[in-house]
């Protein structure tokens, strides 16, 4: 069975600072993906990225940055120079490898609720 | 290129009743996958369709259905709805293959059973 553990519930930072959220998952699968999503106020899941379990290459993305360690089975997320914009809930996902016959679902962690306040 | 798209986005029904909610995927993209979220679970895969068949179920009661149209729009059903049914239902569409698993979130539908 696959799970995902968010264990931070709620951060609260101030404007400017570095912030990162915790993400470790558990598999069998030696192929799979791990996924961080943004979800704001509104409701609706942004995609911010996906790394498949056999790129281990931490990879940055303006203030956003990941860092995938298999070792530990974590997956972190980092906010650099954090900014009022960025308070939403952010979740990690783990899903299998995709299969053609039965297709693939998303494990959710719990959720981190990021506050950044001015 | 439009995202994805849920209607309504609000609900209000009462015990017992059932209710339909519908979902219209990125174009092109073929498989459609439904979430509830709800503050005590957490968000939850109830089902994925691709070219109008089930392809995969999470573990929800059967008063869960869903179907999809030859156009991959989906529509989800719960019949007999409970309190505990009030929640956040998420409808997700993606590609195939390698871009498969980047599934793209609709707003939304949010149901209060009363």
């Known amino acids: 069975a696959q799970k995902v553990t968010q264990a931070q519930t709620e951060i609260s930072v101030v404007e400017k600072e570095d912030v990162t959220l915790d993400c470790v998952y558990e598999t069998r699968d030696t192929t799979y993906y791990l996924f961080w999503y943004k979800q704001p106020p509104s409701g609706e899941l942004v995609f911010l990225i996906r790394?498949?379990?056999?790129?281990?290459q931490n990879e940055i993305s303006g203030r956003y940055s990941w860092n995938f360690q298999k070792s530990t089975s974590s997956f972190n997320f980092t906010i650099t120079a954090s900014q009022v914009v960025d308070s939403a809930v952010y979740f990690c996902?783990?899903?299998?490898?995709?299969?053609?016959?039965?297709?693939?679902?998303?494990?959710f962690g719990e959720g981190t609720q990021l506050t950044v306040n001015p | 290129k439009a995202g994805v798209t849920q209607t309504p986005r609000y609900l209000i029904k009462t015990r017992g009743q059932q209710v339909t909610l519908s979902c219209s995927p990125i174009?092109?993209?073929?498989?459609v996958s439904w979430y509830q979220q709800t503050p005590g679970q957490g968000l939850q895969f109830l089902f994925e369709y691709f070219s109008e068949t089930q392809r995969n179920k999470g573990n929800f009661p059967g008063r869960f259905s869903g179907r999809q149209f030859s156009n991959s729009r989906s529509e989800m059903n719960v019949s007999t709805l409970e309190l505990g049914d009030s929640a956040l239902y998420l409808c997700?569409?993606?590609?195939?293959?390698?871009?498969?698993?980047?599934?793209?979130f609709g707003p939304g539908t949010r149901l209060t059973v009363l």
């Open positions: 174009s092109g993209h073929r498989s």
């Open positions: 996902a783990l899903s299998e490898a995709y299969e053609e016959t039965s297709g693939s679902r998303l494990t």
């Open positions: 790394r498949n379990s056999f790129d281990e």
């Open positions: 997700a569409s993606s590609g195939e293959g390698t871009s498969y698993n980047e599934q793209f």
